[in-house]
């Protein structure tokens, strides 16, 4: 195709005398006639065609040479001739990082400054936390670089204020990879699904809980022992706390929230709930009433008196086992968004690792390639137009399910009973399998839909009990 001028405008090659004239091409067809009838002369001011743009090199400065980094760097050596070329590398204890698989000209160094005052056109930051990868970022931006981060914590904190910054110096952040790793949720969710009005987004986004849990569905392992196993299998971090109390999942989901839902909310207002209260039984338990456990983090957007409230958690819970959500096993994630006019959209692939992270890096330095001929202000950015929603409440009124573990007694039924009746709450069924000891008995209520935060004043009595071996697990029983 030739390529097209500001207006539209095709180039074409002069037509012989006698031949039919060809179609319109789409972009020539969207042209008034008056502007496809624009001088020669004046086309020569107009922006670098897509052509031009493939033909540009990204200078890329990249810090950060963990597991992600090395996949990064690996990506950007397979073609040396590309539009990508990495010139510089940037970690601690340097020395022992170097690899010989790294072109030559790469220059390593432990010294943040030798990329920030480089000619580099993109920095790459893949140490993650909010210092000092925040200040690089914003000196990055100010010193006239584009960036791209998978630092979902940064992102969830400051994405709106980076985002303007960018506009500000006229250069592009993009961040991918910092939610779900390979699956491209972000840009489906903010380009691809820009004309509908969405309303919730659900899912699992954290691969380390749900390789753990999924162990102990299919194996019957302790916590204990689905952690190690993903530990020594580089699922799980050597200190696991991010992903094992919800954090992780609630940074990405803060991202989403305001991707998707256009709606502003910090990580403080969400709660999370860890999922090592989860044990192999509770999986038994799951079972008997056609269901199984996953983390699931979940947005709500709904329309209230006052305004716009959001619903918001990250926490382990029931799902039906023929859900979508379900069938997410081992390190996968699954993004699921619902939208006005589209429905359900689901997203689904591997969101942890090195390799899938990194491809979701490379895409993004595509996609500063591909808009370095759009003026940043011109793009539509997570900055523009956020809400403030006038609530943010981690409370849903939706069935629920208690595990108690209990020196048996007679009475011990009708005593939790007598509570739940007191605060309105019904119970839908009672299970408890045989062969386990009575001075330390599992069984399990499920509960008819009701309030979390009316259940919460429930339990609180129930929990001052005298018959409890174990603290009381509450699960909300999702529709999936």
Same mark, same amino acid.
């Given at each position: 195709?030739? $390529?097209?001028?500001?207006?539209?405008?095709?180039?074409?090659?002069?037509?012989?005398?006698?031949?039919?004239? !060809? $179609?319109?091409?789409?972009?020539?067809?969207?042209?008034?006639?008056?502007?496809?009838?624009?001088?020669?002369?004046?086309?020569? @001011?107009?922006?670098?065609?897509?052509?031009?743009?493939?033909?540009?090199?990204?200078?890329?400065?990249?810090?950060?040479?963990?597991?992600?980094?090395?996949?990064?760097?690996?990506?950007?050596?397979?073609?040396? @001739?590309?539009?990508?070329?990495?010139?510089?590398?940037?970690?601690?204890?340097? =020395?022992?990082?170097?690899?010989?698989?790294?072109?030559?000209?790469?220059?390593?160094?432990? @010294?943040?400054?030798?990329?920030?005052?480089?000619?580099?056109?993109?920095?790459?930051?893949?140490?993650?936390?909010?210092?000092?990868?925040?200040?690089?970022?914003?000196?990055?931006?100010?010193?006239?670089?584009?960036?791209?981060?998978?630092?979902?914590?940064?992102?969830?904190?400051?994405?709106?204020?980076?985002?303007?910054? /960018?506009?500000?110096?006229?250069?592009?952040?993009?961040?991918?990879? %910092?939610?779900?790793?390979? *699956?491209?949720?972000?840009?489906?969710?903010?380009?691809?699904?820009?004309?509908?009005?969405?309303?919730?987004?659900?899912?699992?986004?954290?691969?380390?809980?749900?390789?753990?849990?999924?162990?102990?569905?299919? @194996?019957?392992?302790?916590?204990?022992?689905?952690?190690?196993?993903?530990?020594?299998?580089?699922?799980?971090?050597?200190?696991?706390?991010?992903?094992?109390?919800?954090?992780?999942?609630?940074?990405?989901?803060?991202?989403?929230?305001?991707?998707?839902?256009?709606?502003?909310?910090?990580?403080?207002?969400?709660?999370?709930?860890?999922? %090592?209260?989860? =044990?192999?039984?509770?999986?038994?338990?799951?079972?008997?009433?056609?269901?199984?456990?996953?983390?699931?983090?979940? !947005?709500?957007?709904?329309?209230?008196?006052?305004?716009?409230?959001?619903?918001?958690?990250?926490?382990?819970?029931?799902? $039906?086992?023929?859900?979508?959500?379900?069938?997410?096993?081992?390190?996968?994630?699954?993004?699921?968004?619902?939208?006005?006019?589209?429905?359900?959209?689901?997203?689904?692939?591997?969101?942890?690792?090195?390799?899938?992270?990194?491809?979701?890096?490379?895409s993004d330095l595509h996609a500063i390639l591909r808009r370095?001929?759009?003026?940043?202000?011109?793009?539509?950015?997570?900055?523009? /137009?956020?809400? *403030?929603?006038?609530?943010?409440?981690?409370?849903?009124?939706?069935?629920?399910?208690?595990?108690?573990?209990?020196?048996?007694?007679?009475?011990?039924?009708? =005593?939790?009973?007598? *509570?739940?009746?007191?605060?309105?709450?019904?119970?839908?069924?009672?299970?408890?399998?045989?062969?386990?000891?009575?001075?330390?008995?599992?069984?399990?209520?499920?509960?008819? %839909?009701? %309030?979390?935060?009316?259940?919460?004043?429930?339990?609180? =009595?129930v929990g001052r009990l005298d018959f409890h071996v174990e603290?009381?697990?509450?699960?909300?029983?999702?529709?999936?």
């Amino acid at each position: 195709m030739a $390529p097209s001028s500001r207006s539209g405008k095709q180039v074409k090659p002069a037509m012989k005398k006698g031949a039919s004239a !060809a $179609p319109p091409s789409p972009g020539e067809a969207l042209t008034s006639p008056a502007a496809r009838r624009v001088a020669p002369k004046q086309r020569t @001011n107009s922006i670098a065609t897509p052509a031009a743009a493939s033909r540009k090199r990204l200078k890329v400065a990249l810090v950060g040479f963990g597991t992600v980094g090395r996949s990064v760097a690996k990506l950007l050596s397979l073609d040396p @001739n590309g539009p990508l070329l990495l010139t510089h590398i940037c970690n601690r204890n340097i =020395e022992k990082k170097r690899v010989d698989w790294v072109p030559d000209r790469v220059r390593w160094t432990e @010294n943040i400054e030798d990329l920030l005052s480089s000619d580099s056109d993109v920095l790459v930051e893949l140490v993650g936390g909010l210092q000092p990868a925040g200040d690089w970022i914003r000196r990055a931006l100010r010193a006239g670089k584009s960036v791209v981060t998978a630092n979902k914590l940064l992102i969830a904190e400051s994405g709106p204020e980076l985002l303007k910054l /960018a506009r500000e110096t006229g250069q592009h952040i993009e961040f991918g990879a %910092s939610v779900a790793g390979g *699956i491209p949720a972000i840009v489906a969710i903010q380009e691809g699904l820009a004309g509908d009005r969405l309303s919730k987004i659900e899912g699992i986004l954290n691969g380390t809980c749900n390789f753990i849990l999924t162990q102990m569905e299919a @194996n019957g392992a302790s916590f204990a022992e689905a952690l190690k196993e993903a530990q020594e299998r580089g699922f799980a971090e050597a200190n696991p706390r991010d992903d094992i109390e919800g954090f992780d999942a609630r940074a990405k989901l803060v991202i989403l929230t305001q991707a998707g839902l256009r709606l502003q909310v910090r990580c403080d207002q969400i709660p999370c709930a860890p999922i %090592s209260t989860v =044990e192999a039984v509770d999986f038994i338990y799951a079972r008997e009433i056609d269901c199984t456990i996953r983390q699931i983090s979940l !947005a709500q957007k709904e329309s209230g008196a006052g305004g716009v409230n959001l619903f918001a958690a990250v926490r382990p819970a029931l799902i $039906p086992a023929q859900s979508l959500l379900a069938h997410v096993q081992g390190s996968q994630n699954m993004v699921i968004a619902t939208g006005e006019f589209v429905g359900q959209i689901v997203l689904s692939g591997y969101g942890a690792g090195g390799d899938p992270t990194a491809v979701a890096v490379m895409s993004d330095l595509h996609a500063i390639l591909r808009r370095s001929t759009v003026p940043a202000e011109r793009q539509v950015s997570l900055g523009a /137009a956020l809400q *403030i929603p006038h609530t943010v409440s981690g409370e849903f009124t939706v069935p629920h399910y208690l595990r108690f573990v209990v020196r048996d007694r007679p009475g011990i039924v009708a =005593e939790v009973a007598s *509570i739940l009746s007191k605060y309105h709450i019904g119970i839908d069924a009672l299970l408890q399998r045989p062969g386990y000891p009575r001075s330390a008995l599992p069984f399990t209520m499920t509960l008819e %839909s009701c %309030s979390s935060e009316v259940l919460a004043h429930a339990l609180a =009595e129930v929990g001052r009990l005298d018959f409890h071996v174990e603290p009381l697990l509450c699960l909300p029983i999702l529709q999936g």
